[in-house]
């Protein structure tokens, strides 16, 4: 569901409303080029794992495929599962796959483990909040969640954070709001509105897309 | 998996002469509050919040000064000023904070020996309880998943005024974690806060979020709810 006029009108609507526009006025002439957050992985070349943590969770496993495998379609990355993230096993892991909590209102995380060098990770751990994701489908707390579960909104929030935390990985920022749903709303921010790295809540109405060319761009320059 | 309990005091709790000085008037706002459960609970004279007004050291938290730093990028919600969830916490509290320990070690794989840790915990002195069965001065433990318990004891000096809405840990997630006692003192409730729910004072007029790295210009106080601001400190009014 779209967040409706009189939402963005209550009190609370027009300080976020206020924020988003301070934002986007400080931050939006620059999101246009320098996206690196400071760290990305150490090549185009990438193995992966799950950890323990995901024993017994198809529907995350599953959507962390899809997200890898969106990042492979997408991008100039290759992906390459291994059985073990045992380092003794497989000492070049670039991803472990993790079900991490990481508190209220957060739903995932990219998380250097090893540092190559100052910039470049040698291997990251890609977290999702299971819990929070959950949570935010049946709730309010997020302004972009209509706190009603509709059928798929759960595998989508999945997804969404596989390729939110993965494109950190390759050099890929936030966007400067995590209104997934507002620009599809207002209608003319163009798909990096509702790409893989706005943060926060997608709703199935949202249009939702994955990375936009600009990023796409961005990585095949980079990495 | 090993079980342990830390009791680790990283830094002493000075008692300032402008905090004597406070009692009077922190008494009279206890005088009027109750203590009941799960109610805000009464303002005790016994701690102030001892500098407020010190700066974030945000360098010793910068990823491109320190490469150790594992401070991670956050998919997460934006703060709210006044946060208006407050409900849905067990222990929402402004106080000072006291120091960070480490904290447990996630396990990756069956055998994972590899070092840690993986969060940090944040030992916070409440002067207020706005919500749960917390005491003030009585100090509470929050995991932040942060590792950086160097940086960040660089970045925040003691004392330094906080905000904090936390929630128990699941004990269901203990199975994947070596250490779940670590840097919480036996007995004490083990908590932990998103990025988006605890806050320090950046000087009197910031706000910084160590988890996302987030600021506002404004005061830290900015973050209460208005029905739960008479549980605050009469100086933090």
Redesign the interface.
């Known amino acids: 569901m779209r967040p409706s006029a009189t939402r963005l009108l209550r009190p ?1 609507g027009l ?2 409303a206020g ?1 988003l526009a301070i934002v986007t006025v400080v931050v939006l002439p620059v999101a246009g080029h320098a996206c690196n ?3 990305r992985t150490d090549g185009r070349d990438a193995t992966w ?1 799950f ?3 995901m024993d017994g969770k198809p529907l995350m496993r599953d959507t962390a495929r899809w997200a890898l495998n969106n990042l492979v379609s997408s991008t100039v990355m290759t992906a390459t599962p291994v059985a ?4 003794a096993v497989n000492p070049g892991v670039d991803y ?1 796959f ?1 079900d ?14 090893v ?1 190559s ?3 470049v990770c040698g291997r990251y ?1 890609i ?1 999702a909040n299971r ?2 994701i959950v949570a935010a489908l049946s709730s309010t ?3 972009y969640s209509d706190g009603a579960e509709q059928s798929g909104e759960r595998e989508l929030n999945f997804k969404a ?1 596989w390729c ?2 993965l494109g ?1 990985t390759v050099t890929l ?2 966007h400067p709001v ?1 209104f997934a749903n507002r620009f599809s709303y207002y209608n003319g921010e163009g798909d990096r509105a509702r790409d893989c790295m706005v ?3 997608v709703e199935v109405s949202s249009n939702w897309l994955r990375y936009n060319a600009h990023h796409v761009s961005d990585v095949a320059s980079r990495l | 998996m090993i079980t342990q309990h830390r009791v680790r005091r990283i830094h002493p709790r000075p008692r300032s002469a402008t905090a004597v000085v406070s009692l009077a008037a922190l008494a009279m706002v206890a005088g009027g509050c109750g203590a009941a459960a799960d109610e805000p609970q009464a303002v005790d004279a016994a701690s102030a919040p001892q500098s407020a007004g010190v700066p974030i050291n945000r360098s010793a938290l910068d ?2 000064a320190k ?2 730093v ?9 703060p ?2 006044p946060m ?2 407050a409900s ?2 067990s222990a929402v509290v402004v106080g000072k904070v006291l120091g960070v320990a480490d904290g447990p070690r ?7 020996t ?1 070092p840690g840790p993986d969060w940090v915990v944040l030992e916070v002195e409440p002067v207020a309880v706005l919500r749960g069965e917390e005491r003030v001065g009585d100090p509470i433990h929050v ?3 942060l ?1 950086d318990r160097e940086g960040l004891e660089k970045a925040i000096p003691p004392g330094t005024l906080a905000f904090v ?3 128990p ?2 004990p269901a ?1 203990d199975q ?1 974690l070596a250490d779940p006692y670590a840097g919480v003192p036996a007995g004490k409730t083990r908590y ?7 806050a320090v004072a950046d000087g009197p007029g910031r706000i910084w979020y160590p ?1 996302s790295g987030q600021s506002y210009d404004r005061p830290l106080t900015a973050l209460v709810p208005g029905d739960l601001a008479p549980l605050l400190p009469a100086e933090l009014r």
């Open positions: 609370t300080l976020k924020i957050i400071g760290s794992c950890t323990a943590s073990s993230c045992d380092p472990r993790a991490r909590d990481l508190g209220a209102g957060v739903y995932g995380s990219a998380e250097c483990q540092w060098s100052s910039t751990r977290n819990a929070e707390d997020d302004m954070n939110h935390e950190h920022e936030h995590n943060r926060g809540h | 990823p491109a490469a150790a594992t401070a991670p990028e956050v998919n997460a919600i934006d709210q000023l208006t969830n849905r916490f996630f396990v990756d794989y069956e055998g994972d590899e995991r932040l998943t590792s809405a936390a929630q840990v699941d997630d994947h932990i806060a998103g990025a988006p729910y605890v988890v």
